[in-house]
Antibody, heavy 122, light 108 residues
């Protein structure tokens, strides 16, 4: 299982970014996928997740209306569109897959990428 | 919004048992998961569904849950277990997920 995030960088307050996560080594289309972030020196914060076909999407309250999670199962890729960026959105953003066992699938982050850093500053 | 509460720090000597707790009102009905994060690394799942251990995780790691508290136990902690540990679970609706604030385990 490999998850590789990209798209992070330095952006001004109010700006936008699109994060990507390229998945390999597993059947991407059968797994829930997550975005989790970690501000510098702080703990983990669940940001959003979505189910296998994109019909269910959930967000932490602080990003609702500004962040959009999406996926392209044909490209084995997960995305996070982040708009109206604020200083408090500065963090490493991790992509993480759920898991499946015995026909049941779990949303909980199981396999993680190495993260991509988003810095919001003028 | 829903919260999971962990102690900020736990300290043990090598070979001792470390216990890290996680409290949350929905834990009687929702699974707890535990993650280990070493400095500069991505988190790693060490316990899922309260008490199951992923393949490759040493047997000294175990989990339990009773009422509103879940516990990660490291029996015979090793120096390499020195890390931050986070619990994760769902709120009562099941829609939203949350991590605890994290516990810094020092094995020294």
């Amino acid at each position: 299982v490999q998850l590789v995030e990209s798209g992070g960088g330095l952006v001004q307050p109010g700006g936008s970014l699109r994060l990507s996560c390229a998945a390999s080594g597993f059947t991407f289309s059968t797994y829930w996928m997550n975005w989790v972030r970690q501000a510098p020196g702080k703990g983990l914060e669940w940001v959003a997740d979505m189910n296998q076909d994109g019909s269910e999407k959930y967000y932490v309250d602080s990003v609702k209306g500004r962040f959009t999670i999406s996926r392209d199962n044909a490209k084995n890729s997960l995305y996070l569109q982040i708009n109206s960026l604020r200083a408090e959105d500065t963090a490493v953003y991790y992509c993480a897959s759920g898991s499946c066992s015995g026909g049941a699938c779990s949303r909980a982050p199981t396999n993680w990428g190495q993260g991509t850093l988003v810095t919001v500053s003028s | 919004s829903y919260e999971l509460t962990q102690p900020p720090s736990v300290s043990v000597s090598p070979g001792q048992t470390a216990r890290i707790t996680c409290s949350g009102d929905a834990l009687p009905k929702k699974y707890a998961y535990w993650y280990q994060q070493k400095s500069g690394q991505a988190p790693m799942l060490v316990i899922y569904e309260d008490n199951k251990r992923p393949s490759g995780i040493p047997e000294r790691f175990s989990g339990s849950s009773s009422g509103t508290m879940a516990t990660l136990t490291i029996s015979g902690a090793q120096v390499e277990d020195d890390a931050d540990y986070y619990c994760y679970s769902a709120d009562s609706s099941g829609d939203h997920r949350v991590f605890g604030g994290g516990t810094k385990l020092t094995v020294l």
